[in-house]
């Protein structure tokens, strides 16, 4: 049923058409939340036009992090550009004019069809353990860390299952919201004006929707505004949405920056990517001396040999014997990766049988899922002891 919160068009409820005896009336927003909560298969929540809007807005921002399947259809008496704004940053699906009924039973229908296609299976019953979080990293510029973090973000949270949150880390010259092309309107920089206790409502005011299921936190959109972001906030950021979402992966720069220890502190799976190139597998053989100097536990690793089929000299068995660390996946070489960039649809979402989504999706389920890690891989008796600004 259709919870629908205030006054809505007789046309909507009506007899001989509209949704019919498929409305559960509520007469406020603490009512709808209720009724929510008694009926967690519900995907559909209509707000009428005398609920306040910061309250639509709360209301909306809560549930994405919630109840990500559940559709809000805010209904007011026009349509005006600024209050359209406000509502799609708040995760509201439509924003519809009172008086078109029909357009609000088409937007209904819309989200009814969107959820049948995503499966409604809550977190918690998955039996995951929750907040796994997964730095994607690589000391060398260019090995496809944006495109495996951005694929690996899609392929956790395809079929409704987790809610993922994609973090890019890559401060100054971060690709996440070009690559999902994701208008970056709010991006880790807002954080700085969020005060000094930050907590999760003020997390998820930072989040920008990709799909259901898939949050995403942006990279500043000025290079400059990079090193006005404090380590110890990203580490307060990541704690918060290790508690809000069941994957936390993040995008990372290629190098050993300050907030990039803070991201491999609190990571239960380090990935790290090689492609076929002496460069980059040098780096990789650092990285891990590197890892093994601060004391990082072992278990977190996970090595993707990117563009492993690349024929230009190096195999497989050349990478483990540099790395003495056995590869944990293969993604091929694909023209198709690039052009995915360019279209701003990760291939994983676009074309899931392609051999480079196959790749990522079972890394995804057999070593990111398959292999939850209890503790993070935080180095043992050297943690950083980081304040605010
Ligand atoms: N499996 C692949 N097949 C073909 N091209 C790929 C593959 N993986 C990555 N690429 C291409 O390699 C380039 C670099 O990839 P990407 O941006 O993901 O790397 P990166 O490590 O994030 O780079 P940077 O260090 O600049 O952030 C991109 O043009 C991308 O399309
Ligand atoms: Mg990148």
């Given amino acids: 049923m259709t919870i629908v919160c205030g006054q809505v068009p007789p046309a909507v409820i009506g007899a001989g058409g509209g949704l019919g005896d498929l409305v559960y009336p509520v007469d406020g927003i603490p009512a709808a939340g209720n009724a929510l909560l008694a009926d967690p298969a519900e995907t559909v929540v209509v707000l009428g036009i005398e609920v306040i809007l910061e309250e639509a ?6 549930l994405r992090i919630e109840r990500p399947q559940v ?29 078109e009924a029909h357009l609000l039973l ?5 989200i009814r069809q969107l959820s049948a296609r995503v499966p409604l299976l809550p977190a918690a019953a998955s039996g995951a353990p929750r907040g796994q979080v997964v730095t994607v990293f690589s000391a060398k510029g260019g090995t496809g860390k944006t495109t495996i973090s951005t694929n690996l973000a899609v392929a956790l949270a395809e079929g409704g299952t987790y809610r993922v949150c994609l973090v890019d880390l890559d401060l100054a010259f971060g690709d996440v919201a070009i690559s999902l092309q994701l208008n970056p309107r709010r991006t880790v920089v807002d ?22 299921g898939l949050d995403c936190i942006l990279a500043p959109v000025e290079p400059g505004d990079a090193e006005k972001i ?9 704690a918060l949405l290790g508690g809000m979402y069941d994957y936390v992966v993040i995008d990372t ?36 001396d590197m890892l093994d100097l601060l004391s990082y536990s072992r278990n977190s690793r996970l090595i993707v040999f990117n563009r492993s089929d690349a024929d230009v000299g190096l195999s497989a068995a050349d990478v483990e014997r540099v790395v003495k660390s056995p590869i944990t996946a293969h993604v091929p070489s694909s023209r198709e990766v690039p ?8 291939l994983t979402a676009e074309q899931p049988e392609h051999a480079v989504s196959r790749a990522i999706r079972l890394f995804a389920q057999e070593h990111v899922i398959g292999e939850p890690v209890a503790e993070v891989a935080r180095r043992s008796g050297r943690g950083l002891r980081l304040r605010r600004r």
């Fill in 57 to 62: 807005l709360a209301f909306a921002e809560q």
């Fill in 71 to 99: 559709g809000v259809i805010l209904l007011r008496e026009s349509l005006d550009i600024a209050v359209l704004t406000q509502a799609i940053r708040a995760g509201i699906r439509e924003v519809v004019p009172v008086s």
């Fill in 106 to 110: 088409e937007a209904v229908e819309r």
């Fill in 191 to 212: 954080a700085l004006s969020l005060g000094e206790e930050l907590d999760s409502a003020k997390v998820a005011s930072l989040v920008t929707n990709y799909s259901p």
């Fill in 230 to 238: 404090p380590a110890s906030l990203v580490a307060e950021i990541l």
């Fill in 253 to 288: 720069p290629a190098q050993f920056s300050e907030h990039v220890l803070v991201a491999l502190d609190a990571s239960h799976h380090h990935v790290l990517i090689t492609t076929p190139e002496v460069p980059a597998l040098k780096n990789l053989r650092l990285t891990l």
């Fill in 339 to 346: 052009a995915s960039i360019n279209r701003g649809t990760p």
